[in-house]
């Protein structure tokens, strides 16, 4: 009988596979790490990995099962972080040369419910500058000419190339749905409030959300369920992050047929033309269970309004840094800042209320509907690694706080991956987690 090739399990049945003896976690952990030694070199998707301080993780794991001592959902699951988040035993260099070297005293928040929750960190994954657009070393595991996208551009081509089953990366603008994308992966950004920013690198208050990448939905639900944990110290939670998204895929509602709505929104003026093609091809096929729905009037410039909330923050964030430390600081960030100090206080007040008009009014179209289809990106990941795509489908509904799934459905004509981003109401992350295992199940098969 071949051996089993651990490292490309899907969460759910690695961590159940533990449970019932088939391995144990430091076997899983030892896959992972031989496949970042194969492939590290091609894909570049790890800003720092100690074998031996994961393995050891993965020991003590072990043992603490072998003693019968309760566990935790995510045992022995490898996880990689995007290296915004402080880890306490790892450096934490944001992608910045301003950064480099420094070692956190204290894990984030991500990373100590992690621990507690018995995952592995296994190591830190490459984000592109201050979690922004100034790109790092990460290639795309399906052709490495391309960008992976980003700023989450480790963690996703970690998952994708099988180095590790979870990971962890944060979005502003198009920084989680975008990679998913690109490297043909589940990205999910939850709900905004609902997974804690404590420890990790901020780049805009108002946008910032934490998220997960996965093999399958039921990865996504698992690592989400774990991560919902209010606290107090981030000041945007919501009271009661806890959405029960693994239960809510077992039994007969998360089956039932949802009724989506085709949005392409200001952002399909971008689109490339195979990603039109197989959207809408992808729609037809869905028959009467989408029907197009047009934004139009006061959704006209929800583009730039975001770009104008992100920027101004941005101004504020790395504004310093990139006036006190401008060696250490990459022209494209500069570029941004200067974008946001150019922005007038007025436009940026009128920005934040023109987003909460636009949020109201987006609300209602769920009263209809259970979820908004449209694509995780303007097309399949671009050639070179200078750059890391448009975020253009996906920085509005960052801006609106609702959660979104990327669900890899798609492919390019060069047969590189694409996704269907599945949108949903604020804080019914429920159904949206439903609607995205819904078309997993009908167009990829159960896996």
Partial sequence: MPERNLSVLSALVARDAMAHGEFSAEELSNACLDRIAEREDTVGAWAFVDRELALAQARALDQKSAAGEPLGPLHGLPVGIKDIFDTSDMPTECGSAFYKGRCPLEDSAVVAILRQAGAVILGKTVTTEWALSAPGKTSNPHDPARTPGGSSSGSAAAVADAMVPLAIGTQTGGSMIRPASYCGVFGYKPTFGSISRRGMSMLARRLDTVGVYARDVEGLALIADALMIYDPQDWDMEKQPQKNLTSALVGDGGNKAPRFAFVRSPAWKQVEPDMAEAFENFIKNLGDKASEVELEGLFDDIIPTHWTIMHANVAVTLGEVAANAPDKTR????ERVDAGNAIPAADYIRALG???????????LFDHFDAILTPSATGQAPVGLGETGKPVFNGMWTMLGVPCV???????ENSMPMGVQVIGRKSDDVKIIRCARWLSDQLLGDT
């Fill in 406 to 412: 990327s669900v890899p459905l798609l492919s390019g």
């Fill in 331 to 334: 022209d494209q960030t500069k």
């Fill in 354 to 364: 023109r987003a909460e008009a636009q949020g109201q009014a987006l609300d209602r």
